[in-house]
Nanobody, 121 residues
Framework: VQLQASGGGLVQLGGSLRLSCVGSGSIFGMNHMGWYRQAPGKQRELVAGVTSGGFIEYRDSVKGRFTISKDSAKNTVYLQMNSLKPEDTAVYYC????????????????WGQGTQVTVSS
């Protein structure tokens, strides 16, 4: 499963962006979804995940600022990012799997193209 993320850009401290991730209908109907990021020199990390049943998990540093949502009719998962900070600067990716532990560990063999988010201070 490879998904393409889009919607990144350059924003100032405190700004907002909404990222989108589009896939086929079969992906969204059967899989859990996750948004990830990788900053230079750091490991890729889970930012937010949503199960096929709607359970949502966020990493602590984005709680209250980021919101993950999905629109099954559009086969799209979104990541609304508010109150952005310079430490949110990274390439953001999305991915999907039927196994929640895979989502939480970012344990994927393949990644689609990410989208760069840069927050200036």
């Amino acid at each position: 499963v490879q998904l393409q993320a889009s919607g990144g850009g350059l924003v100032q401290l405190g700004g907002s962006l909404r990222l989108s991730c589009v896939g086929s209908g079969s992906i969204f109907g059967m899989n859990h979804m996750g948004w990830y990021r990788q900053a230079p020199g750091k490991q890729r990390e889970l930012v937010a995940g949503v199960t096929s049943g709607g359970f949502i998990e966020y990493r602590d540093s984005v709680k209250g600022r980021f919101t993950i949502s999905k629109d099954s009719a559009k086969n799209t998962v979104y990541l609304q990012m508010n109150s952005l900070k310079p430490e949110d600067t990274a390439v953001y990716y999305c991915n999907a799997d039927r196994r929640w532990p895979v989502i939480r560990r970012a344990d994927f063999g393949r990644w689609g193209q990410g989208t760069q988010v840069t927050v200036s201070s």
